[in-house]
């Protein structure tokens, strides 16, 4: 079945510090990969995606994930996080069958404390 | 223009009665979701259409009937409504299946 695992529920974190938040998923297919991110109270929106190409994409406010085929992850990290990033952070994939669906890992609460 | 819009944002009902969530968008796409987000933050996909067409039913409830007259819309009724099926709601699109997901900003059921 296919699945996506973020392993940890909440990251803790100072804020300037660097944050790295887990991506598995399972694969026997090629994929689409993207992270969302959840403010409180409100929808998701796209944080970054990967579709092809380079397999380091990068968001406009400085968030990264790699793409590592061998090891199914899409990690995201970020090399000096603030207080407006504490939010939470979904992973999300397409697999390229021929179902439209769109799956999601459970989250990961990133707390950036003071 | 809002993207993707639900009406309502907010619904508390009592446990048995029937209630709809409706959703739009105006970005033109052919496919469209409905997911569930429980208390921990879950976000587990319901139903999925593509050109009107039901693609994904994932093992929901018959008392989950998902409605779309056209592409631009994909409403959500619910009967019977139990305590369980309090969360918020998110209706969201999709144009290929290489783009992004666009997102409702949910609607959150309360059933009491």
């Known amino acids: 079945a296919q699945s996506v695992t973020q392993l940890d529920s909440q990251v803790p974190v100072f804020e300037e510090a660097p944050v790295e938040l887990r991506c598995n998923y399972s694969?026997?297919?090629?994929?689409?990969l993207f992270w969302y991110v959840q403010y409180p109270n409100q929808g998701l929106q796209l944080l970054l995606k990967?579709?092809?190409?380079?397999?380091l994409v990068e968001s406009i406010n400085g968030f990264e994930a790699e793409f590592n085929k061998s090891q199914t992850s899409f990690h995201l990290r970020k090399p000096s996080v603030h207080i407006s990033d504490t939010a939470e952070y979904f992973c999300?994939?397409?697999?390229?069958?021929?179902?439209?669906?769109?799956?999601f890992g459970s989250g990961t609460r990133l707390l950036v404390r003071p | 223009d809002t993207a993707v819009s639900q009406t309502p944002k907010y619904l508390v009902t009592q446990m048995g009665n029937d209630k709809s969530i409706k959703c739009e968008q105006n970005?033109?796409?052919?496919?469209m979701y409905w997911y569930k987000q429980d208390s921990k933050k879950f976000l587990k996909i319901m139903f999925s259409?593509?050109?009107?067409?039901?693609?994904i039913n994932e093992t929901v409830p018959n008392r989950f009937s998902p409605k779309s007259p056209d592409k631009a819309h994909l409403n959500l009724h619910i009967n019977s409504l139990e305590l369980g099926d309090s969360a918020v709601y998110f209706c969201?699109?999709?144009?290929?299946?290489?783009?992004?997901?666009?997102f409702g900003q949910g609607t959150r059921l309360t059933v009491v």
């Open positions: 999300a994939v397409t697999w390229m069958d021929s179902s439209y669906k769109l799956i």
């Open positions: 694969s026997s297919v090629s994929v689409y």
């Open positions: 990967y579709l092809s190409g380079s397999t």
């Open positions: 970005l033109g796409h052919d496919t």
């Open positions: 259409y593509n050109n009107k067409e039901l693609i």
């Open positions: 969201a699109s999709q144009g290929r299946v290489n783009t992004e997901a666009f």
